[in-house]
């Protein structure tokens, strides 16, 4: 006779509803919380649409969404209660998310049920229906680019905090409000065989690492509109106090498609190591490899090895931007501003004494086993009546701080053009070969001791 390995505890005992319009908050939580007072148990959703706000697992607990099954966030701010967190780099009150991990240990969530976050209703509060409009908009004609991504507050599908010895497998994630899964504070967890995708709206990140330790990404396939797989360690001020790094990370057999690309930053003030990427496919994202940060931001970045990359349609196979993105970068509160003064605008706003505290340390990148190309055969090569240009390098770091120590090898890329690298020191290139339409050699801008890659027009 059939035994299970552990205690089962199915959501219908407790009341819940897979009906696709019964909330059914209370009784999922109750699930969870009786697996934890029986000492650890599965919490299984069966075949259905089970509509929730936040949920909070407990140590020892499985939430085990079956083939078949959906959890399905609620349209409701109000079901996501407020909550002390970090998001994107700076710490300050948030929505919980839909499936909250936080101050645990030994917990799974799994299955090959489906996440629906539901997220169309908060991708038009940001940025509108036209997204053009929106909050976003109303920020940026004010003169406040930089901190509408924290005034708009959206739940994201599971945050994993302060815990350890996390397991996330199996499940596919779609319409996420804000990011899909993110790991904050958090040592020992593994992120396998996810399916993250149907994530169109802003900042809906697929996987984010943020001042975390021991943290293995394998099998997961990701198509969003943001960064796919992003490593991160704190903003500016908040995040050197903080002062927490990223650290023993590995990503593995794993493949993108619309998205960021796998990126280290923009939030790097904690610092990011003994990070190694292999055996990645990309399809038609914007970057290969980034790394962006910007020079408030502070931390050492390094022994990053990036292996076995192989890029269709990407347009900036490498892209490392140190002074990314300046209106959403650098907090400055307007000096005609008049109205109320949020605590997280303070904080992020803060200045960075000395200056050259914030100026962020990128050393020792070794990558190597690189096929690339992007020359836009198809209907993406065009957008909006422009055509896309793909570009080999584009490179910046800074002149008082060059990104160092950089080694390529067995490199093969086909690209429109070479591109540039800027402020660079120490770079090795070692059986590389860019392929252009464009004759223009790479070119070179206070670049100290730089190979050249053998250009074939």
Known sequence: MYKP?????????????????????AALQQAIDAAAAAGGGRVVLSEGVYESGALFLKSGVELFVA??????????????????????????EWHSALINICG????????????DGQGDYWWHKYWGADRLGGMRGDYTAKGLRWAVDYDCRRPRLLLASDSSKVEISGLTMVRSPFWNVHICYCN?????????????????????????SNVLVEDCHVDCNDDNFCIKSGRDADGLRVNRPSENIIIRHCSMGRGGGITIGSETS????????????????????????????????????????????????????????????????PEDYEGPLPEHWRVMAEPVVPESRGIPVF??????????????????????????VSRAFEVEGYAEQPIEQVHLSNVEMTVHEAGYLTHVRDWSME?????????????????VRVERPASVF
């Open 431 to 447: 059986n590389v070969r860019v392929h252009t339409v464009t004759p223009a050699p790479l070119r070179l801008e206070n670049a």
């Open 188 to 212: 020992q967890v593994t992120v396998s065989d996810l399916n993250i995708g149907d994530s169109g709206g802003p900042s809906t990140d697929g996987i984010d690492i943020d001042s975390s």
């Open 363 to 388: 050393r020792d990148i070794e990558i190597r086993d690189v096929t690339v190309h992007s020359l836009f055969e198809s209907e993406k090569g065009v957008s909006e009546g422009r055509k896309l």
């Open 67 to 92: 083939e078949g099954a959906t959890l399905r966030a609620a349209v409701d701010e109000e079901a996501y209660p407020a909550m002390w967190t970090r998001v994107a780099g700076i710490e300050m």
């Open 104 to 115: 645990q240990s030994g917990v799974k969530v799994g299955g090959k049920g489906v996440i």
């Open 5 to 25: 390995a552990v205690k089962e505890f199915p959501v219908e005992y407790y009341g819940a509803v897979g009906d696709g319009t019964t909330r059914n908050t």
């Open 270 to 333: 904690g610092g990011v190591r003994n990070v190694f990427i292999h055996d990645i496919a990309a399809n038609g994202t914007e970057n290969g490899f980034r790394l962006k940060s910007a020079r408030t931001r502070g931390g050492v970045i390094e022994q990053i090895r990036v292996r076995n990359m192989r890029m269709v349609d990407v347009r900036n196979p490498f892209s490392f931007l140190l002074n990314w993105n300046p209106s959403y970068s650098y907090a400055q509160i």
